[in-house]
């Protein structure tokens, strides 16, 4: 039972750095803001909770596994909402989206 329980917090946290590692790579990778965000938003969130759900797995049913239960809560609620708030943020105050390449010339193919 022991073995199982190790293999799968490993699985879980493993699985969550994955998710940052490609969120980190889309904030350097992504053209514009809000392509950036988007990615960071969904990536970032799953990343946590998966880390998370990995150090409750390990932690078994206790108190403290309640409360990280409560941080998965948290910031799958907080971390879209926030996202949401600075793209809606960055609309109101004229950031376009960057909506086609203009290395071509406005050209799409």
């Known amino acids: ?19 940052m590692l490609v969120g980190s790579i889309g904030i350097l990778r992504l053209p514009d803001f809000y392509s950036r965000s988007h ?3 969904k ?5 946590v909770v ?3 759900v990995g150090l409750i797995i390990y932690e078994g049913f206790t108190l403290s596994s309640g409360k990280l239960f409560l ?3 948290f910031i799958a609620l907080s971390n879209p ?12 105050k004229g950031l376009k989206p960057l909506l086609h390449d203009d290395k071509k010339g406005g050209e799409t193919s």
């Open 81 to 92: 909402i926030g996202t949401h708030a600075l793209a809606r943020a960055a609309l109101k």
């Open 43 to 47: 990536s970032d969130t799953l990343g």
């Open 71 to 73: 941080i998965v809560l």
């Open 1 to 19: 039972m022991l073995e199982a329980q190790s293999i799968i917090t490993i699985l879980f946290v493993s699985l969550g750095i994955i998710f």
């Open 39 to 41: 990615a960071v938003s």
């Open 50 to 52: 998966f880390v998370i």
